[in-house]
């Protein structure tokens, strides 16, 4: 990879991280991120009504919010999720790397519902995930409504419904996803409210 590239993709995993969970303390990270996961949520219903049945039949299910970056054959990103498990609040960060072909960015918002207990220890255990992504977001005559970008997938006990919520991107990738849990007590990212 050339330097000016490296640098580039750097920044964009960056940029990711620190998308979602603005704040000073641990406190109003968690709040924050809880305020922006159940707007996204509504979102998420709003377009895949049968998410909202998928939720409500899961035996947990987290919501995650953050941004992509696709730059030719690579593509980055990261954000913040919370995840609900019989009434219990728990936060994550994740970060999404991929191959394929690509350019643009934007900022995403996805549901997964396990309807599988032993889909629900996966996540929580192995923290990874991969999924193929091929679609091609874009604004809608300059209003920023999205034209395609949503896609919902059923695999191995997992229901995700994705949308698009800002920015346009024309991709076909294979990702990979990494979440990890945090208190964000020892978060490297300070920002204000």
Same mark, same amino acid.
């Given at each position: 990879?050339?330097?000016?590239?490296? #640098?580039?993709?750097?920044?964009?995993? /960056?940029?990711?991280?620190?998308?979602?969970?603005?704040?000073?303390?641990?406190?109003?990270?968690? %709040?924050? &991120?809880?305020? *922006?996961?159940?707007?996204?949520?509504?979102?998420?219903? $709003?377009?895949?009504?049968?998410?909202?049945?998928?939720?409500?039949?899961?035996?947990? !299910? #987290? #919501?995650?919010?953050?941004?992509?970056?696709?730059?030719? %054959?690579?593509?980055?990103?990261?954000?913040?999720?919370?995840?609900?498990? +019989?009434?219990?609040?728990?936060? !994550?960060?994740? &970060?999404?790397?991929?191959?394929? &072909?690509?350019?643009? @960015?934007?900022?995403?918002?996805?549901?997964?519902?396990?309807?599988?207990?032993?889909?629900?220890?996966?996540?929580? *255990?192995?923290?990874? *995930?991969?999924?193929?992504?091929? =679609? $091609?977001?874009?604004?809608? =005559?300059?209003?920023?409504?999205? &034209?395609?970008?949503?896609?919902?997938?059923? /695999?191995?006990?997992?229901?995700? !419904?994705?949308?698009?919520?800002? +920015?346009?991107? %024309?991709? %076909?990738?294979?990702?990979?996803?990494? !979440? @990890?849990?945090?208190?964000?007590? =020892?978060?490297?990212?300070?920002?204000? *409210?």
């Amino acid at each position: 990879m050339t330097k000016p590239l490296s #640098v580039i993709v750097l920044l964009s995993a /960056i940029l990711g991280l620190s998308a979602c969970a603005t704040g000073n303390s641990p406190e109003a990270k968690k %709040a924050n &991120a809880q305020k *922006e996961t159940q707007a996204a949520l509504q979102e998420i219903y $709003a377009q895949h009504p049968e998410a909202k049945t998928a939720v409500n039949q899961s035996v947990g !299910y #987290v #919501v995650c919010t953050g941004n992509n970056t696709y730059l030719f %054959a690579l593509s980055t990103g990261g954000g913040v999720c919370v995840l609900t498990e +019989g009434g219990k609040k728990s936060y !994550y960060r994740f &970060a999404t790397g991929g191959v394929g &072909a690509g350019i643009g @960015w934007k900022q995403m918002a996805f549901v997964q519902a396990f309807v599988k207990a032993d889909a629900l220890k996966r996540f929580k *255990e192995s923290g990874y *995930e991969g999924q193929a992504q091929a =679609e $091609a977001s874009a604004k809608y =005559e300059d209003k920023g409504d999205q &034209a395609s970008a949503n896609q919902s997938i059923d /695999i191995d006990g997992v229901k995700t !419904y994705q949308v698009n919520l800002m +920015g346009a991107a %024309a991709q %076909a990738t294979v990702q990979g996803y990494k !979440y @990890w849990k945090t208190d964000f007590t =020892e978060d490297f990212m300070q920002k204000s *409210e």
